[in-house]
């Protein structure tokens, strides 16, 4: 029976690891996303708005950032499941947006992206 129980949480651990989100991979897909975003303690508005402090932040509210009106009155707040949600196809889940991409679409990558952004608080730091 302990054998039983111990094999089970082995198994569980062994999945839980393997579908656990990558930091490396979300900063190498984030590369995708660096000629109009930056994160971290230098990071500046370029075509698109700094993403630092991403969790529960309201969307179209970074200063200093000239947001299209779609963002501004989208009341998207951050999180992952908005995240996941929105950068699928960000053109269709906000019409009128200024961000042109295409979008991602697969699952693992965007949720290595969400852990990568999501490690930076609003003051850059991780």
């Known amino acids: 029976m ?4 111990l094999a089970a949480v082995a198994l569980v651990a062994a999945t839980g690891a393997a ?5 490396a991979a979300g900063e190498q897909s984030f590369r995708k996303c660096l000629p109009c975003h930056s994160v971290g303690e230098d990071a ?3 075509i698109g708005p700094v993403l630092n402090g991403l969790e529960g932040r309201k969307s179209g509210t970074i200063e200093g950032y000239n947001y299209s009106e779609a963002n501004k009155k989208a ?5 992952e499941v ?3 949600d929105y950068i699928v196809n960000p053109m269709a889940k906000v019409p009128g947006t200024k961000m042109a991409f295409a979008g ?3 699952e693992k ?7 990568y952004l999501s490690q ?3 003051d850059g730091k991780k």
């Open 109 to 115: 990558e965007i949720a290595d992206l969400w852990a």
């Open 82 to 84: 908005a995240f996941k």
């Open 104 to 106: 991602i679409k697969n």
């Open 120 to 122: 930076f608080k609003a």
């Open 2 to 5: 302990r054998l039983s129980i």
């Open 75 to 79: 009341e998207i707040v951050w999180s």
């Open 44 to 46: 500046k508005n370029k």
């Open 19 to 23: 579908q656990a989100q990558d930091l």
